[in-house]
């Protein structure tokens, strides 16, 4: 801003006719730039814009630090500048006591390295509604001074490198909808109390250290429509608490240590669209009431420790596109109800002990693109008509005990 087309905004007789410039009685009150290829440096004059309430200028090549002139900025409400290069946030910024929204998204802050001081310092803002810290390179632990920005809805601080306990404080966090912590360095339990946050749509704190086990309270969060929480290192069993979620639609519990049966009560969450719970110690056989989750697309129990049988009420799930089983202990017939799957891409029952002949009504699924049936026990001959999955681009049905000759 403080080279080329600041300058020319400098010289304009009517900046209020330049795009992304909005007035009000010849006071500029927003600037969106956001994605307009703009470089340099912002100009601390940016800080006699006294009426500005909306500064966007997110996904440009700006460089350097945020002039602290941006404190004299009161009236702003929304400050984006999310995905440039800058380096430094001004102590200033605690003055903008009118903030709602702040997204300094995708610039690698050097507040002393650590998250602490630059969170510890946005606690004045107790209007924010909207903080976005993403990608952002903090370190150290979350302070427990974010419990006094109460008036959140949206907090992001995922994909940075903060380390320690979630802090119990984020319970105070009563108004929020989202709440991304994921791809960190977290550890310990999720807080006992998280079930206090009962607005909570959101809820990513997937890819990071956690353990222990999920805490029941989190049944209490009934507006929740997504959670995320695999790649951690949570364990005991999968809570029957989970039933209450009636609003979720993705599931995503994978890549844990979770040991026990998949609780008959996720049946009971008939919005879920897809359901992932591979990669745990899961034993015992699928819920014969699976079928109840008619909405799902994509169900994925792979690697685990599941024996019995197929449910042939799996064939209700005729919106399913991707089916994963593969390397569990089923030991059964493959339920000729699949065929009824009419829409499913990508079916994975490898690694299995499924024995009989492959049923002929596997051809009716003709929008298959992935058929893996590897490494069962599984007899006779290859259906005949395994010519009508024109779709198909990988089979593999190796590692088996079938017999007779390729079909034509």
């Not at 410039?21 to 730039?33: F, H, M, Q, T, Y």
């Not at 209007?127 to 809805?153: A, F, W």
Request: proline share 5%.
């Amino acid at each position: 801003m403080e080279t080329g087309w600041w300058s020319n905004y400098s010289r304009a007789e009517n900046h209020c006719t330049w795009p992304g410039i909005r007035c009000n009685a010849g006071s500029v009150v927003e600037i969106d730039l956001g994605g307009h290829g703009l470089n340099g440096s912002i100009t601390p004059q940016i800080g006699a814009l006294s009426e500005l309430q909306i500064l966007n200028l997110s996904w440009n090549s700006l460089t350097g630090e945020l002039p602290s002139s941006l404190g004299n900025l009161t009236q702003l409400a929304v400050l984006d500048v999310s995905y440039n290069h800058f380096h430094s946030i001004p102590l200033a910024i605690q003055k903008m006591e009118n903030l709602v929204s702040l997204s300094l998204s995708g610039n690698f802050i050097d507040y002393n390295a650590s998250a602490l001081g630059l969170l510890t310092n946005l606690t004045h803002l107790k209007k924010l509604m909207t903080l976005n810290l993403r990608y952002c390179d903090l370190s150290g632990p979350i302070p427990p001074h974010i419990g006094k920005l109460e008036s959140l809805v949206d907090l992001d601080l995922s994909h940075n490198g903060l380390v320690g306990p979630i802090p119990s404080s984020v319970n105070n966090l009563t108004n929020l909808s989202s709440l991304f912590l994921q791809s960190n360095q977290l550890n310990g339990s999720i807080p006992e109390d998280i079930g206090g946050l009962t607005n909570l749509v959101e809820l990513d704190l997937s890819s990071n250290r956690l353990s222990g086990h999920i805490p029941s309270s989190l049944g209490q969060l009934t507006k929740l429509e997504s959670l995320y929480l695999y790649h951690n290192q949570i364990n005991g069993f999968i809570p029957h608490e989970i039933e209450r979620l009636k609003d979720l639609k993705y599931l995503d519990l994978s890549n844990n240590w979770f040991v026990g049966p998949i609780p008959s009560s996720v049946s009971n969450l008939t919005n879920l669209s897809s359901l992932f719970l591979q990669s745990n110690q899961l034993n015992g056989s699928i819920p014969e009431d699976i079928g109840g989750l008619t909405n799902l697309v994509e169900l994925n129990l792979s690697s685990n420790r599941l024996s019995g049988q197929i449910p042939s009420s799996l064939g209700q799930l005729t919106k399913l596109e991707s089916l994963y089983l593969h390397h569990n202990q089923i030991n059964s017939f493959i339920p000729h109800e699949i065929e009824r799957l009419k829409d499913l891409k990508y079916l994975d029952l490898s690694n299995n002990w499924f024995i009989g002949p492959i049923p002929s009504s596997v051809n009716n699924l003709t929008n298959l693109s992935s058929l893996f049936l590897q490494s069962n026990q599984l007899n006779g001959s290859i259906p005949e008509d395994t010519g009508g999955l024109t779709n198909l681009v990988e089979l593999d049905l190796s590692s088996n005990r079938l017999s007779g000759h390729i079909p034509s």
